[in-house]
């Protein structure tokens, strides 16, 4: 069985600091998504990483994926206020590509000015 | 501008009612999925489906079905709703085809069971 753990569950980091996610799955697989969800909202699509080594970036949030060790990263750079949020990863356990997610429990995250 | 639409954001339903809740998206997407989000849980999949009339189990099926008649609409059915199944549903679509591809999510039908 798939498992996806993220932490930290909880993160309160002033504006202007770097901080990182982390999101660590068991078993083998090289399609990781990232999302953003608001208080009350859906899910927003931040990132898709489809290989070892994949690196994405948009604005302050930068995502990397390591295959190998099972890892991905959510970096924020400098944060902003409007990025307080609840950021999921998800990983693709199906063979074929179509999208079958595992989720983590989820970092929420607090921007404190 | 693309679109999943779920049509009940808020239901207040008894215990042992049948609960329909449904999903339209229009960018004809071969996959749909429903979801329950729980807190401290994540989302969890509950069925999925990648054609018309066709669907498979996720991890957490019991005591949902799932209809899809149409290629846009994927109804999601709680047979005799009960407690543990207040939650917040998400439905959410993708294109077949290449992996990879961004899932749409819904809105959200927070269901609440008395």
């Known amino acids: 069985e798939l498992k996806v753990e993220q932490n930290p569950l909880f993160l309160s980091m002033q504006e202007g600091k770097n901080y990182t996610i982390y999101c660590n799955y068991s078993t083998t697989s090289d399609r990781l998504y990232w999302y953003r969800q608001d208080p009350g909202k859906s899910l927003e699509s931040l990132f898709v990483l489809l290989s070892n080594g994949a690196v994405k970036q948009e604005g302050r949030l930068m995502a990397s994926l390591d295959t190998k060790a099972r890892l991905s990263t959510l970096h924020i750079t400098a944060a902003v206020h409007d990025l307080s949020a609840t950021y999921f990863c998800?990983?693709?356990?199906?063979?074929?590509?179509?999208?079958?997610?595992?989720f983590g429990t989820g970092t929420r995250l607090t921007i404190i000015p | 501008d693309v679109k999943v639409t779920q049509s009940s954001r808020y239901l207040v339903k008894r215990t042992g009612e049948k609960v329909f809740l449904e999903c339209v998206q229009d960018m004809d997407h071969e996959n749909m999925f429903w979801y329950r989000q729980d807190p401290g849980l994540g989302l969890r999949l509950i069925y999925f489906?990648?054609?018309?009339?066709?669907?498979e189990k996720g991890d957490i099926p019991e005591g949902y079905s799932v209809s899809r008649e149409k290629k846009e609409r994927f109804s999601l059915i709680l047979e005799s709703a009960s407690t543990n199944q207040t939650s917040m549903y998400l439905c959410?679509?993708?294109?077949?085809?290449?992996?990879?591809?961004?899932?749409?999510f819904g809105e959200g039908s927070w269901l609440t069971v008395v």
């Open positions: 998800a990983v693709d356990r199906s063979n074929f590509g179509n999208e079958k997610l595992t």
């Open positions: 959410a679509s993708s294109s077949a085809g290449a992996s990879g591809n961004t899932i749409y």
């Open positions: 489906s990648y054609d018309v009339k066709m669907k």
